[in-house]
């Protein structure tokens, strides 16, 4: 046994034993909070400016019904990168440079977060379990794959998040071909090397296990769209999907949706980012239908919806939005917050650091989040 | 505007070469003029290879003693006659990967937009299979063009016998061209990417007027226009003084194919990241070396 399985094994008994939280945490009840990073780096031009708006449903129906933030910027200081791992550890930790690096690879960065996530302090604060903390992500995305918890000594793994992507599902099926043995010898060992290579992308020491309900989750999951991945939606449809079945199965207090589709079109075709937007927009709309229609979230849940950076508006690029090269456009974003307890039909006409995001979920949820450097956006409560 | 007769002095040669360049940078800042500066090259090819039978090309007049109307537009008529004849010859020998590169990164990235895994090897295999003929197309190319400048005629640009010929006659010299025109056709992607990161390269870029960074772009359109045409007045003249001394040694001429083929892969390359970093789907079709001298 190495070193590294070792210490999953341990972490797994040590997290396995610290599950659910210790009888001194309050229940929660406070609202649900769904905070979608409508990612991969959009402009304001393609989704919250009236006329030229790929995103219809956010602009002309959810804005009106909450609190819009459309100057929210990325702070202009030094090592601050207006990329997608970094805008999301912003958001979660509400720090900048609250990460480190872990051995990224060239267009493909690995950070882990350094600072206490927003799902560590609610689980500090409150006695809930891991799976009603969760973080949907792509499938592709490893570099976002490892944001459950932060890495220092304030927290850690036994306040993480759960993770709800095709990575981790792909972890517990190869898991169950693997135990259930019931196929052929090569499809075995496929199984055992691929489930060796999900392992090996987590740049962690060690890695949690995941909990019975997410594992239940999969096994849903599992059944209804089989193994081969030919079935189940794709892209950020996937992550609507995770989202939508995670609120009827696990019911999250706390989940972070990561799309990152309108990333695409650093490869240049513009389609691929205005597509994303409707595409997320259109996730957004099954998203509140969902919490509408749902006794445990309706009127007791908050949307906190926000990118994770802009991109460029470069006059002199055929695709002026194609990148987000830590330029000013890249560092403008917006926000919008809806739902219990947050003013409707308002709209904040002064520039907001996008370091209040963290904190004001914290306010919003009954906790604080100490660390966070933002201020709490209190104007914005009913 | 120029015919040369006998060997000029050498100042006189100079300002004959910067009034070339300039006229010839100018011309490239347009897809439709670019074909002008292209049969000019062409032109200048044939002079090279056959100076006796051949004058230094001009840009607008004919030569003398010829009519009136020749005499004025002589040298245009010939240069857009050289001009589209060249371009349709290297679109015929360069469209077949140009187009399948292009439409491989298209359809790769589609594919992967729509997650479509049914679908992923499609985009990958065109792409190398293309890139695998236009390895064999470029490293022929400079003597397609020699031929085709010398023999006048679209159909010498698939008299593949005498390309080959040419091309193993020139031994060590048709890597060596290779080598020289990836290193010079840096300062296109260079022209390609840079623009990205303009805002950190020119200080104050995003709150410039709009009047301010159209000047910006333009002056950078200029100077490509004029590097496009020098660097393939260059490699054109080298191209016609290869292909005009008598033969290397033949039996390594396998070798220096090969080795052709992987110095053209840098082109390749840098092709691929200038689009990564600046998309624009003409510059696959159009690149200065193998196709048409405009700055895009």
Redesign the interface.
């Known amino acids: 046994m190495d070193r590294r399985s070792f210490h999953k094994g341990a972490f797994a008994t040590l997290a396995g034993a610290a599950l659910p939280m210790p009888a001194r945490a309050a229940p929660y009840t406070g609202p649900n909070v769904i905070l979608v990073r409508f990612g991969g780096g959009v402009r304001r031009a393609e989704t919250i400016n009236d006329a030229t708006t790929f995103a219809p449903y956010l602009r002309h129906v959810l804005a009106p019904q909450g609190t819009f933030i459309p100057d929210m910027r990325i702070a202009q200081l030094d090592g601050v990168n207006t990329s997608h791992a970094e805008g999301t550890l912003n958001l979660l930790t509400g720090r900048y440079l609250a990460y480190r690096d872990v051995g990224s690879e060239f267009l493909n960065d690995r950070l882990e977060p350094t600072e206490p996530t927003l799902f560590e302090y609610l689980r500090d604060a409150f006695d809930l379990p891991s799976h009603q903390v969760l973080l949907i992500n792509g499938e592709d995305r490893p570099q976002e794959e490892f944001f459950t918890y932060g890495v220092a000594d304030h927290y850690g793994i036994d306040f993480r998040s759960e993770m709800l992507s095709l990575h981790r599902f792909k972890l517990y099926k190869f898991a169950q071909i693997l135990a259930e043995r019931t196929a052929d010898e090569p499809t075995l060992l496929d199984a055992q090397a691929q489930y060796d290579a999900l392992l090996a992308k987590d740049p962690r020491a060690f890695a949690p296990e995941q909990s019975a309900d997410v594992t239940a989750f999969w096994a849903r999951w599992r059944a209804h769209y089989g193994d081969d991945g030919f079935r189940n939606p794709r892209g950020d449809r996937l992550l609507t999907a995770l989202a939508l079945r995670a609120i009827t199965e696990l019911q999250p207090r706390l989940m972070m949706v990561n799309y990152q589709d309108p990333d695409y079109v650093h490869w240049g075709n513009p389609s691929h980012y205005t597509r994303a937007i409707q595409v997320i927009d259109d996730g957004l709309q099954r998203l509140v239908e969902a919490v509408a229609a749902n006794p445990a979230y309706r009127d007791n849940t908050v949307f906190v919806i926000t990118p994770d950076c802009g991109r460029d508006a470069n006059p002199l690029l055929g695709v002026p939005f194609q990148h987000h090269f830590n330029t000013a456009s890249a560092h403008e974003t917006w926000a919008l917050i809806l739902g219990a307890g947050v003013q409707a039909g308002r709209t904040i006409d002064r520039a907001i650091d996008q370091s209040a995001i963290a904190p004001t979920i914290a306010a919003l949820m009954g906790f604080t989040a100490t660390r966070a450097e933002g201020d709490v956006l209190s104007g914005i409560f009913r | 505007m120029t015919l040369a007769v006998g060997r000029p002095a050498l100042p006189s040669r100079l300002i004959r070469l910067l009034r070339d360049l300039g006229v010839g940078g100018l011309l490239c800042l347009h897809p439709v003029t670019a074909i002008i500066a292209l049969g000019w090259l062409s032109r200048h090819m044939t002079s090279v290879m056959a100076p006796d039978d051949a004058p230094a090309p001009g840009w607008m007049f004919g030569p003398r003693g010829a009519g009136r109307i020749a005499r004025a537009f002589g040298g245009l008529a010939a240069n857009i006659r050289e001009g589209l004849r060249t371009f349709a010859g290297l679109a015929l020998l360069t469209l077949p990967f140009t187009a399948l590169w292009l439409g491989a ?2 359809a790769g ?2 594919n ?7 679908q992923a090897a499609i985009g990958p295999a065109l792409w190398f299979g293309a890139t695998g003929y236009a390895l064999l197309i470029l490293a022929h190319l400079p003597f397609a063009r020699a031929h085709a400048a010398r023999a006048q005629s679209l159909s010498a640009f698939t008299a593949w016998r005498t390309i080959r010929q040419m091309r193993a006659a020139a031994g060590w010299r048709a890597p060596w061209l290779a080598l020289v025109s990836v290193i010079l056709a840096l300062p296109f992607l260079g022209a390609q990417a840079l ?6 390269l020119v200080p104050g870029f ?1 709150a410039m007027s ?1 009047d301010r ?2 000047d ?2 333009d002056t ?1 359109a200029l100077l490509t226009a004029t590097y496009a045409f020098a660097s393939l007045f260059l490699l054109r003249h080298m191209a016609a003084r290869i292909a005009a001394r008598p033969p290397a040694r033949r039996w390594l001429a396998p070798l220096w194919l090969i080795l052709s083929c992987v110095i053209w892969f840098a082109l390749v390359a840098q092709i691929v990241i200038a ?7 003409w510059k696959w079709l159009i690149h200065p070396f193998y196709l048409l001298p405009w700055a895009g």
């Open positions: 990164w298209w990235w589609e992967s937009f729509n997650k479509g895994y049914e623009p990205v990161f303009i805002e950190e995003a709009s960074q159209q910006i772009a950078t689009q990564f970093m600046n998309y624009d789907p």
